[in-house]
């Protein structure tokens, strides 16, 4: 099957209309719907039950590496700042701990068909330590010997060189994301992150000589600093290091939540309508190197496996973004990882002092979580059509979930109108179908389906849609 979905059309006046706060659809419901009641005997009890279904999901293992050698200003990540390595083998030894506990829960011959490290910045750990936590997963869990299986990390280009790439390839890793964000001087050191082209190039280049199949670089769009110009110059060095996939993500100034960001002077943030502009710069750019806009911030070259799943109708979404492989249930290990086990998500302690205290006293560090109930699943099942494939057929979703569409979803269907008359979407028949003008506004599409989003009378604080 092959699902022609259209080009993006960048229309700035109609995204400054829809320019508000919402959530990012990695999960549905969203993280902030968690909650404490949902422990360590539901996710006992989750796994158990995904043990016993008639074909058992594969795994993806996520692990969370929280340290960071020096702060980015504009970071809202679960992260800790040091030089001490020595604060890396104290959370080591209780990440071994929680895959020794965690490990037994699922069957044996579940395979790992997808292993990501994130962070905070995952290669502050040296090789001898990175080689050691792997071999300690590769003991607990059944990695797949598959081609086809992902072992992906994030690294900061700043603090890993040619030698640290090849070793981390000989472990078996295979996929790369690597923090850019703008390589403009005035942005870096207003940002507190000083990395060069070079630096950054040699890690790619390397990865690839070293096993790495894929490469995937970030930017931000939106920080102080930043300008037409300057974003540009940085476009035309990214789109030279020949990346797999670019993601471009919307600065989020909430210096209220993430204290790192009061360093920040609002003043130099860019003006609405020129985030705008370095968004649109980033479309034309890199839409005319070739690269296909996936959904969201994410784009990728044509023959990537990306780009190919939402052609076929099988890309999916989780909490790393678009994914091609989200059949697999999530296994989050570390500091504030979440997982998702069937009809549940959980999440870890998301401090270190609870990590740990759970851990010593040999309970799972699960801190809150939820169990999906009916209503969540379908709209999930929703959502996730909308934001991978672009368009719903309401008939047969409603087959599939026997439901009447029309009648379950009369109050969404009339929020969508609204946006129907706007051109993001058309209405004809029985398909929903997101428009080039709605493909840059994915967000506000899928929140008309959102029943926790409608429902509460303070709304939640999330990042700007665009």
């Avoid at 229309?11 to 320019?19: G, M, N, Q, S, V």
């Avoid at 750990?125 to 299986?149: C, G, K, T, V, W």
């Avoid at 471009?248 to 130099?268: C, E, M, R, T």
Wanted: charged residues 25%; glycine residues 8%.
């Amino acid at each position: 099957m092959n699902h022609a979905i259209a080009a993006p059309a960048f229309d700035p006046a109609l995204i400054a209309r829809y320019d508000t706060a919402g959530p990012r659809y990695t999960s549905y419901p969203t993280a902030p719907q968690f909650h404490t009641r949902f422990g360590e005997a539901a996710l006992r009890e989750a796994i158990r039950q995904s043990n016993e279904e008639p074909i058992p999901r594969p795994l993806s293992l996520y692990v969370h590496v929280p340290f960071c050698m020096s702060p980015c200003f504009y970071c809202g990540c679960n992260r800790v700042i040091t030089r001490e390595i020595a604060k890396a083998d104290r959370y080591l030894e209780r990440l071994y701990r929680e895959v020794e506990l965690t490990a037994p829960l699922f069957d044996r011959d579940r395979p790992v068909r997808q292993l990501h490290f994130g962070g905070g910045t995952p290669n502050f750990l040296d090789l001898p330590r990175m080689r050691e936590l792997m071999e300690s997963l590769a003991r607990h869990f059944s990695f797949s010997s598959e081609r086809s299986r992902e072992f992906g990390i994030e690294i900061d280009p700043r603090f890993a060189d040619g030698g640290y790439m090849r070793g981390l390839g000989e472990m078996g890793f295979n996929r790369l994301s690597v923090g850019i964000q703008d390589f403009d001087p005035a942005v870096q050191q207003a940002v507190n992150r000083i990395q060069s082209v070079e630096q950054t190039r040699e890690v790619i280049e390397v990865a690839r000589a070293s096993g790495f199949v894929s490469a995937s670089v970030d930017l931000i769009y939106g920080l102080p600093k930043q300008n037409l110009d300057g974003f540009d110059r940085t476009l035309t060095e990214v789109i030279a290091l020949e990346p797999d996939r670019v993601a471009v993500y919307g600065y989020a100034h909430l210096p209220d939540l993430f204290k790192a960001q009061k360093h920040i002077d609002a003043d130099d943030l860019p003006d609405p309508a020129t985030r705008l502009a370095l968004f649109g710069r980033a479309l034309e750019r890199l839409s005319a190197a070739g690269y296909v806009y996936v959904g969201m911030d994410h784009f990728a070259r044509y023959d990537d496996e990306l780009a190919r799943a939402q052609r076929e109708g099988s890309l999916q979404r989780n909490f790393q973004g678009y994914s091609t492989h989200g059949d697999c249930d999530i296994v989050g290990l570390g500091v504030s990882a979440i997982g998702r086990v069937g009809d549940t998500y959980s999440q870890n302690a998301r401090d270190l002092t609870g990590y740990y205290a759970a851990l010593d006293a040999g309970r799972l560090p699960i801190a809150r979580g939820l169990q999906l109930d009916e209503d969540d699943v379908i709209r999930r099942a929703l959502i996730g059509e909308l934001m991978c494939h672009g368009e719903v057929d309401m008939r047969l979703f409603g087959a599939r979930h026997r439901l009447l569409f029309d009648e379950y979803f009369a109050a969404e269907l009339a929020r969508l109108r609204v946006l129907a008359d706007d051109g993001l979407v058309t209405l004809e028949g029985c398909m929903i179908r997101v428009t080039a003008r709605g493909r840059l506004l994915l967000r506000s599409i899928a929140m008309c389906f959102d029943a926790y989003l409608h429902a509460e009378e303070a709304p939640r604080r999330f990042s700007r849609t665009i």
